[in-house]
Every structure is written in C-alpha cells, then in structure tokens.
C-alpha cells in the first residue's frame, strides 16, 4: 500500500476549489445533490478490505466457471460424438449471455436495486443453471447443455455488471486498477484450478461416456453459490451509488479537469467498449486455438498440447499478479501500454515462427494477456460520474466478442493453418492497442489526477476522511473561502 501520510486542511480544499458563483449555487446542496449519497464516495483503504475480499470470491467463481468450459466442450464432444463446430455452439451460448443480460435485466437491475442485490440475483441466476446441468446429462442433450450454459452465463454476466464496477469503486480512487486487477488475478487462479481438477478428479480419463460426473459437479456448484447468496444476504456491503461516484468525480476535479457530460459525449468509454470486444474476442481466439497451434508448431500430441495450454494459464495468471504489484508503483496507463506492445509484438511473433519457439512465443502472449481486461474497464469507467453503472454495463456486454473471434479464427485454419489463424486475434489486439494510445495521450491528465487523488485518505490533522460528504467542517470552509474570493495554498 502506498504511504499514509496525508495532506493538510488545506491540501484537502484543494481537491476541489468550487468558484464563487459555484459556491453560491451549492449553498443548499454538498457538491452534487444530497439525494442518494451515502458516504462511500470517500471510503478508506480499511473500510474496503472486507467488502472487496468478499466480492474477489465471486471473480474466482467466474474463472472457475470459464476455466470448466473448454474440458466440458472436449467432454460433450466424445460422449455425444458431436462435430467440434458444434461443440462450439458452448461457447456460443456462454458468451452470448454477456451480450443480452448486462444491456437489458442486469443492467437494469444494477442501476434500480444496487450492487449487493444484483449479486445475489447473478448467484442464484448461477445456480438455477448449474442445477439445469443434471437433467441435460440425464437425457444427454446438447441443446439442453446450451440451455444450461446460457442460463451460467447469464448469471455471471450479471455477477460482473455488478462485482467489477464494484471492485473499481470501493475505495480510495487512486487504488481502482491496482483493487481491479488484484481481485481479477483470483479469477486467473480459478481458471488454472478448474481444468486440472476436472481432468483428474471431476471427469477423470477412464470414464469417457459417462456424463454422471458432470451432473455432480454442477450440483455441487449450485450449492455452493446459493450459499454465498446468503452471505450476501446478510454481509453488510456498502452501496455505492451514481450521486457518489458523481461526487468523487466532481471533488477531484481540480486534478482531472473533470466535467460532467451526457453520455453521448463519453468518447473514453467508447472506445473502452470497442478495445474490450475486441480484446476479449482476440484473447478467446488465440485460448481456444492454443492447443491445435501447439500441435502444428511443435508437432506433439493433444495430451501434451494441453500440459503446455496449462503452462500459458499459469503465465497468465503470474502476469496479473505481476501487474497489480506493477500498479502500486507505476501509473496503470504505462503498465497498460507496455503490456499491449508486448502482446502485438509476440503475437506476430508467433505467426511466423514455428517449433518450440512458436509455442513459447504465444504461451509469452498470455502472459501479457493478463492485466488487460480489468485495465481496460477501470480506465474506461474513469470519470463517468453518473454514468458509472450504465457504462460499466456496456463494457460488460462487450465480453460478447468472445463468441466471434473463435469462430472467425477456427474458419482461418480450416483455409489456411494455424499459424495464419492467429492474424485474427492479432487484428482484434490492434484495436485495444489504440485504446492504450488513446489513455497514454488524450486521455493522460484525466487518468493520472484520479491517480493523484488523495480522497478516502485521512488528513491526520483533523481526523477527517479527505472528500467525505459528511464532512460538514470541510464543506462549509470551501464555501466561505470561495465565497470570499481567497485561494489555497
């Protein structure tokens, strides 16, 4: 953690300078309108760690969800004897989700009811598709598998329309990315810890036709998540509405030249939407084609192909931890732009290489792979005020790009070969590319003054909480200094 010494009284005014004319217009309301503040616009390095540990479980969940989906897609694809383009209909069906849940209910839901209850809808959501699993096995249905899939999705989907604007909000905002990708790297883990326990403890090799191992384990898994359902239910997690996050936004103004825009005029996040659709596609892409190119390139077998798929995972997982540890001492925008290089530089790296080389040039893909996802969200919802559900909403959708570039990757190697087929992914990384150019140029002051921000920090000398709203003293003395024309130190 960064150093505790805080500003002065006077530092603390200086987060946000209202003018005269803007302090006579305030006079009846504390910055933004007193109406759904809740004082968690200003919470503490302390006052997170609970809520935030608690909300990290549920990231873990989603990547043991995603990390069980390529061995159920093997699994279904030999007990069923389907093609493997049909078996990619699983994918289909877990990535579509993403697009319809947080665009319409999710979204919605979020925006109306809060943070803590959209956790508990995407949970039990969760379960009600993990308990689907068993009659689908029991009749051996694909389509019921799809169905069982979608309805997983669905409540992941909604899990992270919640959990991640959460995660990047709940706390002192200098910390966003660092909490982001710290709680996002449990989610790596679960997606190391899902296919090694699925090959050799829920669907173990000498049982190849039998589908009961997956009603079991699915039935475990919807008892575990409605049992953190309840947790939730009785946790006591701190809501952090719109008029918050607009308050934060307008107190660090000074640092960020933050204005408060209509959402047709948030081009950050735009562009954050189009960097994370394709991002996601290309990082789906290149996973699901990762063991075939493993193949073709150092001519080994499929069994090995995926020992060396789970040596990527294990690259990737380190690399968010990495980044997070990064963050804490650099700003996120550099640490974003460096590791996007290093993902077009190896990545092309990898389509005109072959033999092991190849396969150590895109296994070093995944490693920067890593921080990209949950930077790309926090930067994104920088400054949205208002807006922040909404827009964290839209970039969740966006994850939908994970059920085209597969497909669109997988259609390149049947024409061509593997090799060729990771240009796919590669055109989709170049677009995210831009997005980190965009953050390191136009949108650089905005993103380093949330970083310099001293809010949800305590000013030792009063004993106050730098940007509290409650913080009637602090107010009233911003109003007097600006009504009297006097400027801070």
Not at 19 to 32: D, H, Y
Not at 79 to 98: C, E, H, P, R
Not at 186 to 207: C, I, K
Request: neutral net charge; glycine residues 10%.
């Amino acid at each position: 953690m960064p150093s505790h010494t805080e500003p002065s009284t006077d530092a603390v005014l200086t987060q946000r300078q209202p003018s005269v004319a803007e302090a006579l217009r305030n006079q009846g309301r504390r910055s933004v309108a007193n109406k759904g503040l809740t004082g968690a616009s200003a919470l503490t390095v302390r006052q997170s760690i609970f809520p935030v540990s608690l909300v990290t479980l549920l990231f873990f969940l989603w990547g043991f969800a995603y990390g069980l989906l390529d061995v159920l897609n093997a699994k279904f694809q030999t007990a069923l004897n389907i093609t493997a383009a049909k078996a990619g209909g699983l994918q289909g069906a877990y990535f579509g989700a993403y697009f319809i849940g947080p665009l319409t209910y999710s979204g919605w839901f979020v925006r109306k009811f809060g943070y803590r209850w959209t956790f508990i809808l995407g949970l039990l959501i969760y379960a009600v598709g993990a308990l689907m699993f068993w009659p689908s096995a029991v009749y051996e249905s694909f389509a019921g598998f799809c169905c069982s899939l979608f309805i997983v999705g669905s409540g992941l989907s909604t899990l992270e329309t919640s959990a991640n604007p959460f995660i990047a909000t709940c706390g002192p905002p200098r910390l966003s990315e660092f909490r982001l990708e710290l709680s996002q790297s449990f989610q790596a883990v679960g997606s190391v810890v899902a296919p090694v326990l699925a090959s050799r403890v829920f669907f173990p090799a000498d049982v190849i036709n039998d589908l009961s191992n997956v009603q079991w384990t699915y039935v475990g898994i919807a008892g575990f998540v409605t049992l953190l359902a309840v947790v939730f239910f009785f946790s006591p997690i701190p809501e952090v509405t719109d008029a918050d996050m607009a308050l934060q936004a307008e107190q660090s103004s000074d640092l960020t030249g933050y204005v408060e825009k209509p959402m047709k005029k948030q081009y950050k996040l735009f562009l954050g939407v189009a960097a994370q659709f394709c991002y996601v596609g290309a990082q789906v892409g290149v996973a699901s084609q990762f063991i075939h190119y493993s193949v073709e390139t150092a001519n080994i077998s499929q069994a090995t192909g995926s020992d060396r798929y789970a040596i990527g995972q294990a690259l990737f997982a380190i690399g968010r931890f990495a980044a997070a540890g990064m963050f804490m001492f650099i700003k996120p925008r550099y640490v974003f732009g460096v590791f996007m290089l290093g993902i077009m530089v190896f990545q092309a790296a990898a389509i005109g290489v072959w033999g092991e080389a190849g396969f150590a040039m895109l296994a070093i893909v995944l490693f920067f792979e890593s921080c990209i996802f949950p930077t790309i969200f926090a930067l994104a919802i920088r400054g949205l005020g208002r807006h922040t559900k909404r827009g964290s909403s839209w970039i969740v959708a966006s994850v939908c790009g994970g059920a085209l570039f597969p497909s669109l990757t997988g259609l390149a190697a049947d024409h061509s070969d593997y090799h060729k087929a990771m240009g796919v992914p590669l055109a989709g990384f170049a677009v995210s590319c831009l997005f980190a150019v965009y953050c390191n140029t136009v949108a650089a002051k905005e993103l380093d003054g949330f970083r310099d921000s001293k809010i949800g920090y305590t000013d030792e000398r009063r004993g106050t909480i730098i940007g509290d709203a409650n913080d009637v003293e602090t107010q009233e003395a911003i109003k007097r200094m600006s009504y009297h024309g006097e400027k801070a130190v």
